[in-house]
């Protein structure tokens, strides 16, 4: 099982950035998959999450609500998390990850993680 993210850069203050999470291994419909971040000396946080393609239910955190969307095109087994309004606080590496169980907000939730994707985001 593999999970791969990537679409991550440096984009300036009020820029936009779509992430991209590759699953490979197992079929992306049966799972909901969530994005966390961790920006420098700080814990990693969760970010969003995307219910399996039953409900294909959305997810946000606070921070992010109304700027980011999360979404998923099973075809191509990826999730994607765009990412508008984008200010210096969001400057973190993002993780996409599986969710084993539970309601998807904790990081301990999840068994299958990608590697991260840098996204800075500076004048």
């Known amino acids: 099982f593999q999970l791969q993210a990537s679409g991550g850069g440096l984009v300036q203050p009020g820029g936009s950035l779509r992430l991209s999470c590759a699953a490979s291994?197992?079929?992306?419909?049966?799972?909901?998959i969530g994005w966390f971040r961790q920006a420098p000396g700080k814990e990693r946080e969760w970010v969003s999450c995307?219910?399996?393609?039953?409900?294909?239910?959305?997810y946000y955190a606070d921070s992010v609500k109304g700027r980011f969307t999360i979404s998923r095109d099973n075809a191509k087994s990826t999730v994607y998390l765009q990412m508008n309004s984008l200010n210096a606080e969001d400057t973190a590496v993002y993780y996409c990850?599986?969710?084993?169980?539970?309601?998807?907000?904790?990081?301990?939730?999840?068994?299958?993680w990608g590697q991260g994707t840098q996204v800075t985001v500076s004048s």
């Open positions: 990850a599986r969710l084993a169980y539970g309601l998807g907000f904790r990081e301990s939730e999840y068994d299958y």
């Open positions: 291994g197992f079929f992306l419909d049966y799972y909901a």
């Open positions: 995307i219910s399996s393609s039953d409900s294909s239910s959305t």
